[in-house]
């Protein structure tokens, strides 16, 4: 169940994704990746409440979200390898240790990167993974 | 920057700059950023002097490309370390046996060059994942299926030359098995075929294994012989069904006569998938995240361990909880695999006492539906929920950072197990071990069984340290017993390498004629599986 203190919590997450991409992604601090998102997927797992108030926050703040429930690779082979391929583009999320685990070394064979990763209550991890300086 | 031992940061850099003229500049790594992506994630040295670490990485495109790297290190006597997609977590991942080693990363050959629906094979490059192969498969519509191990995000290749295994059939899960033909770069960049690619203008490289003369395929895994740059697979047609049996026996003591059909089903293919074996009576294996069964059923299986099964039998009858389960797969006709499955049935009717529980007939391919429930290996289907299991619950409140794989092979008897269990069960006791209270044994390879135990790996080094101090006492005890590790990771090669001594390491002194004469400037990653070269043999740490 999504508690109150979930849904605080998960915006303040939220809030914070769009500066950390920007900064990560752009050599100039706000800026925007091409097509106009600073970020391409926010992912939230459905098993924990925070996450899924964190992707609840981070639908109603305009950006795309994708959830999964613990196992990511759907999300992974359908979404992610066929956008990388075209251009590797940021991705953020708020997930236990598992599934970034996974997408941090999926995201390295693209030249991308984990740029925050900031433990967060229970065993959540919020996470940005973006561009990095390797083609 | 580290430099590879023995080797001066002049020679070092020259190499380095002949590597960048080969390759491109932008495919050498040697920053600290880049070069420590190639740690090992599951390192049981983490953050210690031992930790296995690279000097640089190398990442060609072409055959030409490695070709000319083998040359360069050559003369420059530079350790190349060749890792597919590295991705062998568990059992050394992408870190090098010898620190200093420069990487050879071949994740960026990941061409699938062929796939033949006809005759149900593949020849693909090293640096294609199950992944890229499945989805090759599936955007054409063909009617062939891979086996994945799991996870499924490594490599064919790398996962075969390293012996792994899958989910399917017998003849398709033991992914070196099912190899067929083989391209190799040698120390000296000197370009081979095995088997029918030997021949020029050959037609049946991937459709006849061992060619003419010496079949010397197997010097290529588990070992440093070569560069593997493509190799051939075989395929499994797509089944028209999948049908499931489980076998239920009442006492702990009919493990023997279980296994005994087992294996007769086994050997002669009438069941051709990989059987899983459980205890319902011993709560054994426990699912990921259960809680350990009641202190009352640990101490009954104690007493089976030390032979008295008697209470654990009474306890199981109460609950009607049977002693053992076996669930059998059969791939195939719909009306074939019935018929097999209604044959094993009166074979294992012979003991007393057992009951069946018919599965599901699946027809393939998998709905929607069936493919989220089902576990997708079985079915070819590479994914990684394997890594959404270990995340933190009740049961499990602290999750280990990784974790090293203790896989010794033992024969396929119930009176095996039974011996196991008692040995590994005073092992882990006496050092600290996390082993179940009573370890079941897996089906995955052909006439043998496979003990799995995944010991952890945390940040703490003096964690780390008595785990692997527990590991090598374990390897030790099972070598007394005459149990051998199937793969290791590199912590524990030369170890595991020195426990197949027959006739004074004749095995071992074999290979490293072999090393002297295939790669006598022993560039190629030196100390995989034990096998050093010379100028290092006994100097290495």
Redesign the interface.
């Given at each position: 169940m999504v508690t109150r203190r979930d849904v605080v919590l998960g915006a303040m997450a939220v809030s914070a994704l769009p500066a950390i991409a920007g900064a990560w992604v752009s050599p100039k601090p706000g800026s925007t990746l091409e097509g106009g998102s600073a970020l391409y997927k926010v992912i939230y797992d459905e098993r924990f409440p925070l996450s899924v108030a964190f992707g609840h926050e981070a639908l109603r703040a305009g950006l795309a979200v994708h959830a999964i429930r613990g196992d990511m690779t759907d999300l992974w082979y359908d979404d992610l390898y066929p956008q990388w391929r075209r251009q590797p583009l940021a991705i953020a999320g708020l997930t236990a240790h598992g599934p970034l685990f996974c997408l941090e070394r999926l995201s390295w064979d693209f030249g991308m990167r984990v740029a925050t990763r900031d433990a967060r209550p229970g065993e959540l991890i919020s996470w940005v993974i973006a561009p990095g300086t390797r083609a | 920057m580290r430099t590879p031992p023995g080797v001066s940061e002049a020679d070092f850099a020259a190499a380095l700059g002949q590597f960048e003229a080969a390759i491109g500049k932008?495919w050498v790594f040697t920053s600290d950023?880049?070069v420590d992506?190639y740690k090992d994630?599951y390192s049981p040295f983490w953050g210690e002097a031992e930790e296995r670490r690279a000097s640089a990485a190398l990442a060609p495109d072409t055959v030409e490309q490695v070709q000319a790297i083998a040359r360069i290190a050559n003369r420059y006597r530079i350790p190349l370390y060749t890792i597919s997609t590295g991705?062998n977590l568990g059992y050394g991942g992408s870190a090098p046996a010898a620190t200093g080693s420069v990487v050879l990363d071949l994740?960026r050959m990941n061409r699938v060059l062929e796939v033949n629906e006809n005759n149900a094979y593949a020849l693909v490059e090293p640096g294609v994942s199950y992944?890229d192969l499945y989805?090759h498969i599936q955007e054409r519509g063909l009617k062939v299926w891979i086996d994945v191990p799991d996870?499924g995000?490594g490599s064919p290749i790398g996962n075969a030359l390293d012996r792994g295994g899958g989910y399917t059939t017998h003849q398709f899960r033991n992914h070196f098995d099912s190899h067929c033909g083989m391209e190799v770069v040698l120390a000296n960049g000197e370009l081979l075929r095995t088997g029918m690619g030997a021949m020029p203008g050959s037609q049946a490289w991937q459709q006849y294994k061992t060619g003419y003369g010496p079949w010397i395929d197997g010097i290529f895994s588990q070992s440093n012989f070569g560069i593997v740059t493509k190799m051939g697979f075989w395929l499994m047609p797509q089944p028209d069904a999948y049908l499931t049996g489980t076998v239920l026996v009442p006492r702990h003591a009919d493990l023997v006569p279980l296994v005994e059909v087992l294996n007769y089903l086994e050997n002669s293919h009438v069941c051709n998938g990989m059987s899983d074996l459980s205890s319902p009576a011993m709560e054994q294996p426990a699912p990921p995240g259960a809680p350990p069964p009641a202190p009352e059923v640990v101490a009954l299986i104690n007493k089976a361990i030390a032979g008295n099964a008697g209470d654990l039998d009474a306890y199981g009858a109460s609950k009607g909880l049977a002693a053992w389960s076996v669930t059998i797969k059969f791939y195939g006709p719909a009306k074939a695999i019935a018929a097999q499955w209604e044959y094993a049935k009166e074979r294992f009717a012979a003991i007393p006492g057992t009951k069946f529980i018919d599965g599901e007939l699946i027809r393939l391919p998998l709905t929607a539906e069936q493919r989220e429930r089902l576990h997708k290996v079985e079915f070819g289907i590479?994914?990684?929920?394997i890594?959404?299991?270990?995340?933190?619950n009740a049961n499990n409140p602290t999750?280990t950072d990784g974790h090293q794989w203790f896989s010794p092979i033992i024969p396929r008897s119930g009176a095996a197990v039974f011996e196991a269990n008692k040995v590994f069960a005073a092992a882990g006791r006496d050092f600290g071990l996390p082993v179940p209270p009573y370890s079941i044994p897996f089906c995955f390879w052909e006439r043998s069984f496979l003990f799995l135990f995944g010991f952890p790996v945390t940040h703490d080094a003096a964690k780390n340290q008595a785990t692997r101090t527990a590991f090598r006492k374990l390897v030790e005890i099972a070598a007394e017993h005459g149990w051998g590790e199937y793969r290791t990771a590199p912590a524990y090669q030369d170890l595991i390498m020195g426990t197949y001594s027959f006739n004074n390491h004749a095995l071992l002194r074999f290979h490293e004629t072999l090393k002297d004469a295939v790669d006598p400037n022993g560039i190629l990653s030196p100390g995989r599986y034990g096998i050093w070269p010379k100028h290092l043999r006994g100097k290495h740490p």
């Open positions: - | 932008s950023e880049d992506l994630a991705r994740k992944f989805r996870p995000w590479p994914n990684l929920s890594f959404s299991m270990g995340a933190r999750p």
